[in-house]
């Protein structure tokens, strides 16, 4: 758990805005890369369901 909560070693130097922009930045970060993942995600299914797969799916187990 470590590695996803490190702190900067100036945090507490640094002003307002700067530990403002770093949050934003996390936050942003963190955002596109769950839309990436999802994205993925939607791209296997489909390409998944355009293989077939949900065909043999619905024929054998009516599901799909």
Known sequence: MTMFRRRDAWWEQDGKAARARRRQQRVVSSLAFMIAIAATAGAA???????????????????L
Do not use: F, P
């Not at 299914?45 to 599901?63: C, E």
């Open 45 to 63: 299914t489909m390409w998944w369901l355009q293989l077939g797969v949900g065909a043999v799916l619905h024929a054998r187990l009516g599901i």
